[in-house]
């Protein structure tokens, strides 16, 4: 496994947060979650102590919460399972020639995993596929949330070679479904968006990625001009070198996590869902009516 767990001193700081809680007290807070779930038809029965503890540390140790998110994280995908869909490493590596999504091995002081995306040069958008790029994204989460506890993340998106083609395959549905599957559906604590070597039409991207998140969100997204700034964010020992920093190598953190994508292969192909037949009548609004294309949208 190549994610380097928390250290004394990360494992210090997140102690020190308001909402922690003792081993012992999260280890009650799992035994009622599980005979939660037991009580719900449409949710599958999990039994995992570890992936349902990790769960609730993402969602700050609040039981009310953790039923909320893990209700919505498994009715998304029943609602849109073309985002958990199968992949090879063929296509993966295929992938690779066009961007790539990984989580950096070193953790911050903070505890907190980056998740970077990149984006590589390439006169062929024809074989930009979006929906491989949301599936791994996803997967991704999945396999952080199986291995380790989500106190927090950073994402990093590196546009140096992102084409306008690249933008317009997210459309608004496309989009706001996608954060749905993992903003809404993932005890995913996000702490900072950073944007580096940005593009043009950066103002248009950063203006439509806004329609679809929180404010707590947008106060939290920064745009980077340089790489001296984002080191303000993000710690040189955590960066690989394409960035200045002295953590590793960015290529072998691509290779390791498709290694772990294809490790778990099966796994991820079996998880579980809900079965809306036997959901409990409730409906649910999210004031976002995106549906469509970007027809209407103006890009400079």
Partial sequence: MYLIPPNETQIAYVKNEDFYQPLHRLEEDVTQLMEWLTKQPHLPNIT??????????????NLQRSKQVIDSYFVAR??????FGSFTREQLKEATKQGSVCLFPKLTPEGNRIFCTTTRQSSDDEKYDVMLFCQVSIAIL??????????????L???????LAQFMA???TLTKNLLKCCIDSFPLRVKTVH??????????????????????IRDRIFVHDSLEDLYQYIPKDVLPDIYGGSGGNLEKYEEDML????????????????DLSKRP??????????????????ID
């Avoid at 999945?142 to 994402?155: A, S, T």
């Avoid at 998106?157 to 084409?163: A, V």
Wanted: contains cysteine; glycine residues 4%.
């Fill in 195 to 216: 944007y580096i070597n940005p593009p043009k039409f950066m103002s248009r991207l950063i203006t439509f990625f806004k329609l679809f998140v929180s404010n707590k």
């Fill in 142 to 155: 999945d396999l952080q949330l199986k291995v380790e506890p989500m106190y927090g993340n950073i994402i």
């Fill in 78 to 83: 029943a609602e849109f399972p073309e985002f």
């Fill in 170 to 172: 997210f459309t608004p």
């Fill in 259 to 274: 290694e772990l994508l294809m490790a778990n292969k099966e796994w991820l192909e079996a998880r579980p869902k809900a």
């Fill in 48 to 61: 995992d102590r570890k992936w349902l503890a990790h769960f609730i540390t993402g969602c700050k140790y």
């Fill in 157 to 163: 998106y590196d546009l140096k070679h992102i084409r």
């Fill in 281 to 298: 009548e409730h409906t649910k609004t999210d004031g976002l009516d995106m549906n469509g294309t970007f027809k209407q949208l103006q």
